[in-house]
């Protein structure tokens, strides 16, 4: 289960309601605040369709699929979104190779996304911030901040799509989480005074201090995980990941990491008859 103390909404920037034309944007690295991208202004924001768009294509078409050998590729000021990362035109930047390579923060040496073409780079949204240009940029605590952008993807696919469970996969294309999604409407409610459970976060160097009055409150999802790392649970995730009723999300294999230590810290701040149900671990994330 997630538990963050005291996280607010607006910590996260949703880029689906956020994220408009005609205004300029400043893109920031989430984890060390270093500019990526400054003044950005887009002339179109667009979603991109599913991953599994092209099969779709073929059972609604009586000809060949037209679409086969297109790929989608964002103009100079197009921007467009995915379920966990944006595409976005590198404009003057070179990449030479044709192949997938890693987008790296100059400061931190955090991955921020990948190369997808010669001209068009995806970040992902758990290691990008997006400040309109007339803002300034506040820091956001790292496990606060991929939980609750975990916890929205989880939300929003599952009201769009009716999916309720998700692989949680690295760049590296290795599933490292199998995550059920019970219930997306959980109210939170835990007393902000001395908690056993805000010192396991001190580990990400967070520090929590109270909004106001001694009990807070928070949405969350309540979810069964299940790690996959090391060989555990190889024929369940095998047999997920050939399910069509499962959907894929792909983040950085080191935030796949954060955010299985993250779902462990918090099982084990549970009473240990309420860690687990059905073999899978239990975990509430607030967002």
Not at 86 to 101: A, M, P
Not at 224 to 230: A, D, S, W
Not at 240 to 249: A, K, M, R
């Amino acid at each position: 289960r997630l538990i963050p103390p005291l996280l607010s909404t607006d910590l996260v920037y949703t880029l689906k309601e956020s994220l408009k034309p005609q205004k300029s944007y400043v893109f920031y690295c989430q984890s060390c605040g270093d500019i990526i991208v400054k003044d950005r202004q887009f002339l179109r924001v667009l979603p991109l369709p599913s991953e599994n768009w092209s099969a779709l294509v073929e059972e609604w078409c009586c000809h060949p699929n037209p679409f086969a050998r297109s790929t989608l590729h964002p103009q100079h000021d197009d921007c467009f979104l995915g379920d966990t990362f944006f595409l976005l035109n590198s404009g003057n930047e070179s990449h030479k190779s044709k192949e997938n390579t890693r987008v790296i923060c100059k400061r931190c040496k955090t991955m921020l996304g990948e190369t997808v073409s010669a001209g068009t780079i995806k970040y992902y949204v758990t290691e990008v911030i997006i400040r309109p240009s007339e803002e300034s940029f506040s820091p956001t605590p790292r496990s606060q901040f991929v939980q609750s952008v975990v916890a929205q993807c989880l939300v929003e696919l599952s009201s769009a799509k009716s999916t309720f469970r998700f692989t949680i996969k690295g760049d590296d294309g290795k599933i490292y989480i199998l995550i059920w999604l019970l219930n997306s409407d959980t109210l939170l409610v835990e007393s902000l005074g001395s908690s056993s459970s805000h010192g396991a976060f001190t580990l990400f160097g967070d520090v929590f201090l109270p909004s106001s009055g001694p009990v807070g409150t928070w949405d969350a999802v309540k979810v069964l995980y299940q790690p996959c790392i090391k060989g555990r649970n190889k024929d369940l995730a095998d047999t997920w990941e050939d399910d069509i009723g499962v959907h894929p999300l792909k983040f950085p294999s080191e935030t796949c990491m954060e955010l299985l230590l993250i779902l462990g810290l918090s099982t084990f701040s549970l009473p240990p008859s309420l860690r687990c149900m059905n073999s899978f671990q239990v975990r509430n994330s607030c967002y």
